[in-house]
């Protein structure tokens, strides 16, 4: 199996062992060994939960540096439809597209026009008699990691449309292409401007094609101090957005749901209730009247990514000013409604998502049962607290842990408190019987 290339990583210098990520990764992929957290590669989703509330900074975003850039002789940019949000009294977003420009990139190819035309895709995808609903949004790769490896059923449940990023990228550099017929395909980059670490992941372990056509990801808090400076009201921007209020509208959660003009979907942001949305949909027939699930690990959608700079709601906020301004789509397809073939091939996955397992006990049935039964063994003679002392979020991960060989069960304060008191009263008990001799001994 190919090793999964995650882009959050652990400063382990500025680690305290504090046990904040621990009690909040939804995975259960952190632990506290030796003083510091240690990061589980098989169960992270990068949804940079644990970035968000370390206290001492000690995790981190992995991403490219903008001088990558100047590996490529023609330089397209792929801002998020998030990046619209997080500048104050922005009333036009042309100067954000005219702003790239003069940051060093030769086009610019906004995410949100991909967007809206897989937007009009979706729908044409759920009219499908035989498709499985409710149908899941994969736009999110952390909702589309985190159901390959946690719920198994729901994997055919996901759209099998590549991201806006994906589709903004192939069509970017086929114009470019078109345009620029000299330059090879090599001599052309794609640049994704993320909100979140996930995106980063994504162009790393891509989703439903074998490789991205993205090349490098760049941080939207390092995009946004560079744009700042160029972007000056008393200029007239020169190049025009291609976005409208379904692209823009992207950026938020419920954005994505809203496209598709009825009212059958739920739209729900943050990793903990992503979780509970799949949790219900895989355990019971609760949303079976919903056509579509759109899902964001982010709390309000991509603006509220580790990577972006404004608080989420004030972003949004923004975003909800700017759709006075635009078209509802400047990006249109004609598709006829009776048809199931017209989606081109170049929108579908070419790669379905399975389901890949990584908390087997044991590649053997029987061996996985005794295991199990031993972690409730061990998980009975703990209190129930949940309290990370031992390093684990709860009791029943640090049973899991000592039964794989991670940890020990003296790791619990409380079992540790209970040999301390037994080991104390075996000694007080052997000193009282040195200190009072025998009477057969006296006489």
């Known amino acids: 199996m190919t090793p999964y290339i ?79 949000g997080q500048f104050d009294n922005l009333d036009d977003v042309d100067y954000v597209v005219s702003g790239l420009m003069k940051c060093g990139f030769d086009a610019v190819y906004e995410v949100g026009k991909a967007a809206e035309l897989v937007s009009a895709y979706t729908r044409q995808y759920i009219r499908q ?28 449940n996901l759209l099998p449309l590549l991201p806006p990023i994906e589709i903004a990228a192939k069509l970017a550099k086929k114009e470019a292409q078109k345009q620029h017929p000299h330059l090879r395909p090599e001599e052309i980059g794609a640049f994704f401007i993320s909100p979140c670490p ?41 190049i025009p957005s291609e976005t409208g209020i379904i692209g823009i509208s992207w950026a938020g959660s419920g954005g994505e749901a809203a496209a598709l003009f009825n009212d059958k979907y739920l739209a729900a942001d943050g990793i903990e209730n992503i979780i509970k949305v799949l949790d219900e949909i895989e355990n019971n027939e609760k949303f079976a009247e919903l056509e579509f699930i759109e899902l964001n690990a982010c709390h309000g959608g991509c603006v509220g990514g580790a990577l972006a700079v404004e608080n989420p709601y004030i972003a949004r906020a923004r975003l909800q000013n700017l759709r006075r301004y635009l078209p509802v789509s400047r990006n249109h397809v004609r598709l006829p409604a009776d048809s199931e073939q017209a989606i081109p091939d170049v929108f579908f996955w070419s790669n379905l998502i399975e389901y890949t397992p990584v908390s087997q006990l044991d590649d053997n049935v029987e061996a996985a049962m005794e295991k ?9 003679k703990f209190p129930h607290l949940d309290c990370g002392s031992c390093g684990a979020p709860t009791c029943r991960a640090f049973a899991e842990d000592i039964i794989k060989g991670d940890a020990d069960i003296t790791g619990c304060i409380f079992i540790l408190r209970e040999l301390f008191e037994k080991s104390h009263q075996k000694t007080e008990s052997k000193q009282n019987d040195d200190s009072h001799p025998s009477r057969e001994a006296e006489s």
């Open 129 to 156: 008699s035989n498709v499985k609903k409710p149908v899941i949004s994969s736009a999110c790769p952390v909702v589309a990691r985190l159901i390959s490896i946690r719920f198994p059923y729901l994997c055919d």
């Open 198 to 238: 996930a995106k980063v992941s994504y162009v790393k372990n891509p989703i439903g094609v074998a490789k991205s056509a993205v090349d490098a990801v760049l941080p939207m808090n390092d995009i946004y101090f560079r744009l700042i400076s160029t972007m000056k009201k008393n200029e007239q921007p020169d």
């Open 372 to 380: 199990m039964a031993n972690i409730q063994a061990i998980y009975e």
């Open 6 to 84: 995650h882009s959050v990583a652990l400063d382990q210098d500025k680690c305290k062992g504090c046990t904040n990520c621990v009690k909040r990764c939804p995975t259960e992929a952190i632990r506290i060994r030796d003083g510091h957290a240690i990061i589980t590669s098989e169960l992270c989703i990068d949804c940079g939960e644990c970035i968000r509330l370390c206290p001492y900074n000690a995790k981190k975003a992995v991403s490219d540096h903008f001088d990558i850039i100047n590996n490529y002789k023609w330089k397209i940019a792929l801002p998020a439809p998030a990046i619209y």
